[in-house]
């Protein structure tokens, strides 16, 4: 900081002060992506963040729903919660400072990355950003921006002994990635809902081809105006009910909302490491073509999914009565 001017020391501090603002929880940071596209619509992630953010949300309250909340020890649903909250936390931690250095940049009409590094960023996306200031190649900044923050949480979350211990070696998670309940949706107002499946979620590219399927859904364009609409109507609390309110087929509210459910939770992040300087970036992550295997629109698989889930909780407490026998 010794090296920056008094302005550019200030506007380090205005970003730190306002990142850790917004990054309170889940509804915090969900509602601040939005806004920031709302500002800088030139900047896709910033909305591909919000829509994935918004589910990162019903999966914490899913863990205290109907359904789950019977399925899964309170322990568990727990050590789900944390991990969900940590991944969420950490990439906004590290992208928010990004996105603002850049709204910064444009008011100013002038580049400000050579401040990105008083904010523990990775170089390689770094370079991204210089690079779009200059050619201004949105495809290849989405992507850059999904490589990195897929790479950001890679070590302290999806590697993390405890989290890797406790949730993604459990016969649970497997058992649900396999299942393809790990889907991301992105619904609309018309009450359909669109997205993308991934088995083998530990994989670094498997989250990696994820994220640039979600990218390249969220931005159709027949399919992105009613995306936005959704979003723009539609506060985010955390509930499923927030998207099943549109179904044609009306459903109470299965799933609780976030703030009245889960407490707030302080994180650090002691330490931080360069991924780029350890890690072998793959050609495929930035140029590899986007492939989607099954169906993007998954309103009928969604129905079919909560009826296997309805299914697996009455044979559940079929057991559990035979036991009380």
């Given amino acids: 900081m010794n090296y920056l001017t008094i302005q550019e020391q200030h506007l380090v501090r205005q970003i730190q002060a306002e990142t850790a603002k917004k990054n309170l929880d889940n509804i915090s940071r969900t509602d601040a992506y939005l806004s920031y596209f709302k500002r800088n619509p030139d900047i896709i992630w910033s909305f591909l963040a919000h829509m994935v953010s918004r589910n990162g949300g019903w999966n914490m309250c899913d863990l205290e729903g109907q359904v789950f909340s019977q399925l899964i020890p309170p322990q568990t649903r727990k050590q789900l919660f944390l991990t969900y909250e940590r991944a969420n936390w950490l990439i906004f931690h590290d992208v928010f400072p990004q996105l603002l250095l850049y ?84 619904p609309t107002c018309g009450g359909e809902v669109y997205g993308a499946c991934a088995n083998g979620f530990r994989k670094l590219s498997t989250r990696i081809d994820l994220g640039k399927r979600l990218a390249n859904i969220l931005s159709h364009p027949r399919l992105f105006p009613h995306f936005l609409e959704f979003a723009i ?57 986007v492939w989607h295997k099954r169906p993007i629109h998954l309103t009928d698989w969604y129905f079919e999914k909560s009826y296997q889930l309805d299914m697996m909780l009455s044979l559940q407490q079929i057991l559990d009565f035979h036991k009380r026998q």
């Fill in 233 to 289: 109507k539609t506060p985010h609390t955390g509930s499923r009910h927030d998207y099943e309110q549109y179904f044609k087929k009306k459903t109470g509210r299965n799933t609780p909302i976030l703030r009245t459910t889960f407490p707030l939770i302080e994180h650090t992040r002691h330490t931080f490491e360069d991924w780029s300087h350890k890690r072998y970036i793959s050609p495929l992550w930035l140029h590899g073509p």
């Fill in 103 to 186: 709204q910064y940049s444009t008011k100013l009409n002038k580049p400000l990355f050579h401040l990105l590094p008083y904010f523990h960023v990775s170089s390689f996306i770094q370079a991204e950003w210089v690079r779009y200031w200059k050619e201004k190649d949105r495809n290849r900044l989405t992507t850059s921006l999904i490589i990195n923050e897929q790479n950001v949480i890679h070590t302290p979350v999806i590697e993390h002994p405890s989290f890797k211990k406790r949730v993604f070696r459990t016969l649970l998670f497997n058992f649900q990635d396999w299942l393809h309940f790990s889907c991301v949706l992105f």
